[in-house]
């Protein structure tokens, strides 16, 4: 369901990678375009041929200052959450930021949170019985946590 961030990605042919100062993957492929591209994916740079993938800048959460990236702790909790879920985040006086944890479900169901690091912790579980989607079946995390947010109230 979710891809396994530490598989290693390898450059082909001439192509370099390197990282931009907010330390998202920047690729240099002569072959395909003179211009560098500067992406928003987070990455941990292994040398200039191989990178691990952490997640997207855009999506990063900052709870109490530690930097938590949702798609690794959705990586952490998929192999005992078979329903379509995500990992997002609510404003927190304390933290900045607090993590939820969103399950598309028509009922409220255990999940064991023993693999997670104590800041991975969802604050909050929200059951659905549908998350909010595209019109292309793209699943919207901020409508999503909306509808929960109405739901649960």
């Known amino acids: 369901m979710y891809p396994h961030y530490e598989a290693c990605y390898t450059a082909v042919g001439k192509t370099t990678f390197s990282l931009s100062k907010d330390q998202t993957l920047v ?9 560098l591209l500067t992406t928003n994916d987070l990455v941990l740079l292994h040398n200039e041929q191989k990178f691990e993938l952490l997640g997207r800048l855009d999506d990063v959460i900052n709870s109490g200052g530690v930097k938590l990236h949702p798609s690794k702790i959705e990586d952490k909790l998929s192999s005992q959450i078979s329903n379509r879920f995500f990992i997002g985040s609510l404003p927190d006086n304390d933290l900045g ?49 909306e509808q929960a947010l109405l739901h649960a109230s």
């Open 97 to 145: 930021e607090q993590v939820v944890l969103i399950v598309e479900s028509e009922s409220p169901f255990d999940i064991d949170f023993n693999n997670l690091d104590k800041f991975e912790i969802p604050r909050a579980i929200y059951f659905l019985p549908n998350l909010v989607e595209t019109n292309t079946g793209k699943i919207q995390k901020k409508k999503s946590i």
């Open 27 to 35: 690729i240099d492929a002569p072959q395909v375009s003179p211009d």
